[in-house]
């Protein structure tokens, strides 16, 4: 096996234990709210607030630190579509806040790069 062989099964194997990647396919059920080509948006299963939506890009990215320029159309993309979905949910007269989490001190538990869209509710600062 070649070396570029042996590293697309190890990307495939890391997909394969992804569950936002299990999300994507269809594996593991989710309450969409938009999914387009780029990118797939659902409710997350534990919220911290009255609006908590998870936005990942279809691409595998373990995390922000991960990112290559050719990413960038597509994280550019996520967040206009996450302004869009704030509308959608009514939250964005209100405000809302848009969050990444990048390592384990960060709190990022999936490493599959997402971003988390909240709102409906009074937010702190800092964040804890
Ligand atoms: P992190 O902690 O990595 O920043 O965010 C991961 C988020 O994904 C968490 O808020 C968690 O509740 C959510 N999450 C984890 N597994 C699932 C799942 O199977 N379905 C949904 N809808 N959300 C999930
Ligand atoms: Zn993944």
Redesign the pocket.
């Known amino acids: 096996m070649t070396c570029a062989e042996e590293q697309s099964l190890r990307e495939a194997k890391r997909m394969s234990d992804c ?1 936002f990647c299990k ?1 994507i396919a269809g594996e ?1 059920p ?2 969409r709210v938009h999914e387009d080509e780029v990118v797939v948006a ?5 919220p ?1 607030a009255p609006t908590h939506i ?1 936005i990942i890009p279809r691409k595998h990215v373990p995390s922000l630190g991960h990112l290559v320029a050719q990413d960038d159309a597509i994280i550019g993309h996520l967040v206009r579509i996450a302004a869009q979905i704030a509308r959608d949910e009514g939250i964005a007269e209100g405000g809302y806040r848009l969050v990444a ?1 990048c390592g384990a001190a960060a ?4 490493d599959h790069v ?1 971003f ?1 869209l909240l709102g409906g509710r009074q937010m702190e600062w800092p964040p804890g």
Not at 42 to 46: A, C, E, G, H, L
Not at 107 to 110: A, D, R, Y
Request: aromatic content about 6%.
């Open positions: 569950i999300i593991i989710s309450e659902f409710r997350d299963i534990n911290q998870v989490n709190g990022q538990s999936v997402h988390h």
